[in-house]
C-alpha cells in the first residue's frame, strides 16, 4: 500500500480525554488572569492568535514594548504563579493526549501494484496541491480591492491634495466628489481589482482552488474590515485613525450601522473574487484561454428549452394575475384539448390503428417532462423574488421620497452658524456665502423654544423669525400657507382681520400692541377697534389643538430672559395675532412651529444679528460638500455647517436601514428560487449522463461542460429576472396611477407612494441572475466530474 493511501485513525479516548484536559487548562489560566485583571491585556493577544499572522505580531509587540515599558518603569500585572503554571502545563498535557489519539494507519504489506511506474496522465502528472502564486493572487487581489475601495472613497470625497487643484476645488470643481458617488466609483473599482485577481490565480492553477482562496480570504481580506469594525469601538483607534477615515466613516454611517456597512461591501468584494474565480476557471480550465461560448449556448437552450414562449407567456400570467386564475384556465384549456385530440385518436384507430399509434406517441411527446416542470418553477419563484423585490422598494422608496420632500420643504439643506453665540454679521456673512458655487438661496433665521396659550390650551412650540423676502427661497412655507394667503401680512398686522370686531376702519388702532384692555370691562362698553399684535404664522394642527383661527390672539412665553416683575422674576410673554395657517404634511412640523417676522424675533428675545442662516443647493446630494466649502469661505472657525443629512441623520439613517434589511429577507425568496435551479440543473445531469459522456468523448474539456450547465442556470435567471422586471414595472405603474388609497388623516399621504429608481431595480435583477449563477455552480462542476466511461457503460 502507498503512503499516499495511508488513512488517518483516531483514538477517540484519547481525544476526548485531551479535550476535557485541555479545558481544565483553560479555566486555571482563566482564574490566574482574572486574579490578577488582566482580561484586557490577554483579549488581545487571544484575538490575534486566531489569525494566522497573529504569532509574529505578538513577537513584534512584545519585542517593542516590553523595552519601553521597562524604561518607563511600567510593572505588568501581578499574576498568580501557581494556577498560571499549572494552567499552561494542563494546557499543554491536553493538546499532548489529541495529538496522540491521531495517528497514521499502518502501511500495508501488500506489494505494489502492476501499474507502478507506469506514466501517468499529463494533467493529473501536473497537478499541485497548493500554488503560492494563486494564493498570492486571492489574498493579495482581496486585500489590494479593499485598499482601492478605502483609498479612492478618500480621494474622490475629499480631493487630491495638490496645489493644482486647490484654487479649481475650492471653486466647486476639482476631483471632489458627493460621498455617495465617490462610493459608488470606488465599489466599481474595488470590485474590478477583486474579480480580475481572482480570474488570474484561478487561470494560473486551472481550478477552483478552494484553499487558496479561503486562506487568501482569511489572512488578507478579514483585517480591514477588523479593523474598521474595532475603530467603532475602541476610542484610541477612533482618535488615530478617524480622522483619516472620516470619509469612509461618513459613508458607512448613512446606514446607522457602520459595522454592518463595512461587512456588506467586505461580503460584495468576496463576491466580486468568486465570481473572477469562477470565470477563469471556465475561461482556462482545459488548458489554454477559452472564452468561446457559441456551441455551449446552443446545447444550453436545446437542454432546458427557457425561453419558449408558452413558457414565458403562462410564468408573466401567473406573475400579473395570480396563481389560481391563469393555473384554471391553463388546466381548463390543456384539459379540453386533451379530451379532443384522445377523442380524435380513438376515432382514428377504429380506421387505421397505425396512424393512430404514432398520433398517441406524438401526443406523449408534448406532455411536459419532470425537468421542464421544474424549469418553469424556477423561471417563476425567480419572477416572484424580482417582483416582490422591485415592488416594495419602489413603495419604500416612495415614503421616503415623500418624508425627504416634506423635510427639506420645511427645513434647509445646509444650516450655517457659530459654535457658540448668534450671528450679529449674518448680513457679512451671507454676503460671502453668496459667492460660493452651488448655492440656490439663503435666508437669515433665529430659532427657539416657547410656549404658545391661548383661550382654549396651552403648548409647547419652537418659534422661528424668519424673513419673509427670502424664506421662500429656502424653504416651501410660501407654498404652504392655506387659503391662498401670504407671509407678507406679517409685514402689515394691521391688516390681520381679528374675529373680536368686524373689520371697520383699515387704520391701525392706537396703541398697538400695549393697548391690552380687559376683555370684560370692553364687552361691558362700547365696542372698541381690537389692538394691532404682530402676526404669527401657525401649523393646521396647532391651530385645531389651541382651537384659533386666523385673527384670533396668541400669547407666546419664553422661559429664556425673564422679566422682573412685583413678586421677582416673570417669564417674558407677548401677544400675537394669528396671521395665517400653513400645512406641510408632517405632524411634527405642522403641530410644533411657529413663525413670526425676524425683528420681532430679535426684540422679543433680545438678539442682534439671528441664530444662524438657512441654506439651500442645487444638488441635494451634494450638500455636504458644498457646506464644508461654505465654512472654507468664511475662514473656518467659529463658523460651522451643517448639512440635512447630518440634521435628520437618524431618520434616514433608520430608512435606509430598514429598506436593506427589507431588501435582504425578500432576496430569501430569490434564494428559495435557487434551490430550485439546483434541483433542476441536477436532474438536467442526471438526464443527461450519456449525452455529458459523448460530449467528452468527442474532446469537449471540462470546462466547456461547466459552461453548458452554468448556461442553463443564467437561462433561467435571466429568463425569471426578466419576467419579474416587467411585472414588477406593471404592478408599481398600477399602483402609482389607479392608486391604494390611505386616510390622510392618519397616513398624511392620500395614496401610497411609489417612486420608481432605475439602480435599486437594476440591481433588483442583477441579483437574481447573481444567486442563479452561483447556485449552478455545484450541479456544474458535478457535471463536468461525469466520467465517459460511467456514462457510457450501460450503451
Sequence with gaps: MNSAERQTVHHWGFIWTGALVGLLGFILLGVAISGAGAWAEVSTALGLSLVGWGGLLQVIDGATLLPVQAAAGEAPPVLHLGFLLSGVLVWLGGWALIAHGIRRAPESTVGASPAAGATLYPRLARYRDFYWSTLGAYGGGILLAELVLVLLQTVLSSGVPSTELGAARDAGGGLTLPPTGAFAISLVAAAMVAFVSGFIGASRAQRLALPEATIGVFYLGLPVPILLTLMERIPSLQLQLGYRLREVTYVAGLLGRPELAYWLTFTGLVLALVLGINTGFIAAGSGRVDLKLG??????RRHVAVFRPSLLLGTLAVLMFGIIP???????????????ERTRIRSLGLSDPLASSEALHRLKLREQSPTMMMTALSVGGVGVGVMALIIVLS??????????????????????SRYAGDLPEYAKVMETIRKVPGIAGQTPFIINQVMIASEGNVDGVIIKGIDPATVGEVTDLPQNILGGGSLDILYTPEKILSRAMPEEDDAPAKGGAEDSGDDIIRRAGKPTKPAVLPGIVIGRELAASLRVVVGDRVNVVSPLGTELGPTGPIPKSRAFRVAAVFYSGMYEYDSKFVYILLKEAQDFFNIQGATGIELKVFDIDDARRIAG?????????????????EMNKNLFSALRLEKLVMGIILSIIIVVAAGLIVATVIMLVLEKRKEISVLKALGVSDGGIVKIFLAEG????????????FSGLAWCV?????????????????????RIEPLQTVLAVVIAVLVTYLASIYPALKASSVEPVEGLKAE
Excluded: C
Excluded at 456551441?295 to 444550453?300: G, H, K, R, S, Y
Design 714 to 725: 443564467l437561462q433561467i435567471g435571466v429568463a425569471g429576472g426578466l419576467l419579474g422586471l
Design 295 to 300: 456551441f455551449e449556448l446552443f446545447v444550453a
Design 734 to 754: 398600477f399602483i402609482e396611477k389607479v392608486g391604494i388609497k390611505l386616510d390622510p388623516e392618519v397616513y398624511y399621504i392620500p395614496a401610497l407612494p411609489v
Design 326 to 340: 391563469p393555473l384554471l384556465v391553463y388546466f381548463i384549456i390543456r384539459a379540453a384539448e386533451a379530451a379532443v
Design 395 to 416: 413603495v419604500m422608496s416612495g415614503f421616503e421620497a415623500d418624508l425627504q420632500k416634506k423635510i427639506l420643504g420645511t427645513n434647509a439643506h445646509a444650516v450655517v
Design 629 to 645: 466649502q461654505v465654512v472654507k469661505a468664511l475662514g473656518g472657525y467659529p463658523y460651522r455647517a451643517r448639512d440635512w443629512g
